[in-house]
């Protein structure tokens, strides 16, 4: 498996912006498509965005237009580049791998493979 490292994590403003990132080791990245899913307290474990070694991705209806996922392939690093946060977007972040490609019908957490410590986002009002 691929090991994940999220950073970029912490306490924002309602409105402000914030940038996580998840540096991936021990594995082919070109192997791997990269997610991020998020989890609240007393809440599931849900889909945000993913990405492809490709480029191309897919967002959550809850966080599109204010989330963009992108990934640095020579890097082996993805990123949740978050604007325009809301309360209810506090969360643990997880960084997730998933061998091959990802299309719209597998963004399921069980689609994934490899997966993060998490990282808290705290978005106070």
């Known amino acids: 498996q691929v090991q994940l490292v999220e950073s970029g994590g912490g306490l924002v403003q309602a409105g402000g912006s914030m940038r996580l990132s998840c540096a991936a080791s021990g594995r082919t990245f070109s192997n791997y498509a990269m997610g991020w899913f998020r989890q609240a307290p007393g809440k599931e474990r849900e889909f945000v965005a993913a990405?492809?070694?490709?480029?191309?991705?897919y967002i959550a209806r809850s966080v599109q237009g204010r989330f963009t996922i992108s990934r640095d392939n020579a890097k082996n690093t993805v990123y949740l580049q978050m604007n325009s946060l809301k309360p209810e977007d506090t969360a643990v972040y997880y960084c997730a791998a998933k061998v091959g490609v990802i299309t719209q019908a597998t963004t399921k957490r069980t689609d994934f493979d490899s997966w993060g410590q998490g990282t808290q986002v705290t978005v106070s009002s």
């Open positions: 990405i492809n070694w490709s480029g191309s991705a």
